[in-house]
């Protein structure tokens, strides 16, 4: 079923109950605007108070106890300290409330929206009182906070529990095998790729569960004093934290992309040393899984490329430039997603 059938079914069967099970009213929602890879339905509760967030899950995948296990570490997060948007009780003292609607399961969560606004919404501009320095080591900073919390993190039982990378993405991996025999050098790689990762030592300094999806669209940032509200955790996992550090290499890139090679090189340095400044102050790794950063950013760009391979063969240019420029960095083992290779141009960044 389509995205807008589903939307309109929710919206005619499911929202009056959901507003009142969490003693919202359903003519002061608002509806956020839908994005490719949108998963959720997910409205603002206008209140005149403190406004709320109200997300609906429709897909198979979101199952209730994936939903109640994910709820289960925000709010571990939440009472250890770590600013994130917590859910609320509904009026039945759940955390999840499921309407069945067109034989469907709709699961509601009510969470508090986070102060403030994402900085992407703010055409990318921090604070005017404070160094954009100050946002990268926040950035670290909370990701730290959260890896440190997660080596004690126990989830609620064995059948709530959040599963690993590798199966919470198993069907976009599925798509490796199913590759055009003409990108067999990237199939190839690909895989060895993903049996490296799978061979990677898993103790809990190093490995644990994750947010999954930190990028600065899933955090908001108050104006006032630079604070980071953290959301959006439905891609939870068990994966290694290098990984996110790799999320926040790429989070910096569009910062640098239109200039010459020294000045990337130069920023992408800063940056980093920013992030990493934060991050230590609450977590440490090891120099060997520093040093693993380049292979975890291979893979964001090869999870890149399997999300935009169903589109190989449509005839949009920009597109099939901007896949071609993924396909040579696969095949080539081209490191940093090309960033400081030849191949990139500034003029017209991660295309050929």
């Keep these: 079923m389509q995205r807008d059938e589903i939307q309109r079914i929710c919206e005619s069967q499911v929202l009056d109950i959901a507003t009142a099970r969490f003693g919202a009213r359903r003519d002061a929602l608002k509806v956020f605007p839908e994005y490719e890879g949108a998963a959720n339905l997910v409205y603002e509760i206008e209140t005149g108070a403190t406004p709320l967030i109200l997300r609906v899950s429709y897909t198979p995948e979101r199952t209730l106890e994936q939903i109640q296990a994910e709820l289960h570490f925000v709010n571990y997060l939440f009472e250890n300290g770590v600013s994130v948007s917590r859910p609320l009780l509904s009026q039945n003292g759940n ?50 906070q959260m890896h440190a919390l997660t080596q004690d993190y126990r989830p609620e039982s064995a059948s709530v529990r959040r599963p690993e990378w590798f199966d919470l993405h ?82 910096g890139i569009g910062r640098a992309m239109f200039r010459g090679l020294a000045e990337r090189r130069a920023f992408m340095d800063h940056y980093m040393e920013q992030v990493m400044e934060g991050y230590n102050q609450e977590n440490t ?17 090869v999870e890149e490329f399997l999300h935009y391979a169903q589109y190989l063969d449509e005839a949009d240019a920009e597109l099939q430039s901007e896949l071609t420029y993924k396909i040579r960095c696969i095949e080539e083992q081209i490191p940093y997603m090309g960033f400081f290779d030849a191949i990139y141009s500034p003029e017209r960044p991660f295309s050929l």
């Design 285 to 301: 790794l090891s120099n060997a899984w520093l040093e693993r950063l380049p292979l975890f950013i291979e893979l964001i760009q």
């Design 95 to 144: 955390w999840v409330e499921t309407v069945e609607a067109a034989g469907f399961p709709f699961h509601i969560v009510t969470f508090v929206k986070g102060k403030g606004m994402r900085v992407p919404d703010n055409d990318y501009r921090y604070r005017s009182d404070a160094p954009i320095e100050e946002y990268f080591r926040n950035w670290g900073r909370m990701l730290g």
């Design 170 to 251: 198993k069907s976009r991996l599925a798509r490796v095998a199913e590759l055009p025999e003409r990108l067999h050098r990237v199939q190839e790689r690909i895989q060895s790729l993903l049996d490296e990762l799978r061979a990677l030592p898993k103790d809990s300094a190093s490995f644990g569960l994750i947010h999954g999806d930190f990028n600065d669209g899933n955090f908001t940032v108050d104006y006032a004093n630079g604070k980071l509200t953290v959301f959006d955790f439905d891609d939870a996992c068990y994966f290694w934290f290098i990984y996110e550090l790799a999320s926040a290499w790429e989070g």
